[in-house]
């Protein structure tokens, strides 16, 4: 006699239980992870380019203005964050300088983030709200 050899019924449903399970934990933390990535992504390039709004107050003893960040890129140093075909991944990006030109603002979101970050130049503190 030639004995049959596989998995039964059972076993492929233990295995396709647990796979589901494994599954219905990990998609939702994935999807946190990559949250938190575009808020980085947002932060980074808010603190680069104050980084290079200081610098170009160096050397035009004045702070800009810039409305978003491609708009941005004339600091000097300065490259925004883009995507695949080349667009900035910034819903929300801007430097607004004050009328006399010795202080400013900046704000910056994620396109995919849930957090919008805001700088003053007068405090010199980052701060984080939903967006």
Same mark, same amino acid.
Do not use: H, K
């Given at each position: 006699m030639k004995k049959e050899k596989g998995f039964t019924l059972i076993e492929l449903l233990v295995v396709v239980a +647990?796979?589901?399970i *494994? $599954?219905?934990i %990990? +998609?939702?933390q994935f999807a946190a992870y990559r949250t938190r990535a575009y808020n980085s992504t947002a932060e980074t390039? *808010?603190?680069n380019s104050i980084t290079a709004q200081e610098a170009a107050f160096v050397d035009n003893d004045a702070y800009? =203005?810039?409305a978003d960040a491609v $708009?941005?890129?004339v600091l000097p140093g300065f490259k925004a964050t883009k995507d695949g075909n %080349? $667009? =900035?991944v910034m819903s929300a990006f801007s430097h607004t300088a004050a009328a006399d030109g010795q202080s400013f603002d900046a704000t910056a979101t994620h396109n995919n983030g849930d957090l919008r970050y805001d700088y003053d130049s007068a405090t010199g503190v980052i701060t984080s709200a939903p967006a």
């Open positions: +647990i796979v589901g *494994l $599954a219905a %990990a +998609i939702p390039d *808010l603190r800009q =203005s810039c $708009a941005c890129e %080349a $667009a =900035s």
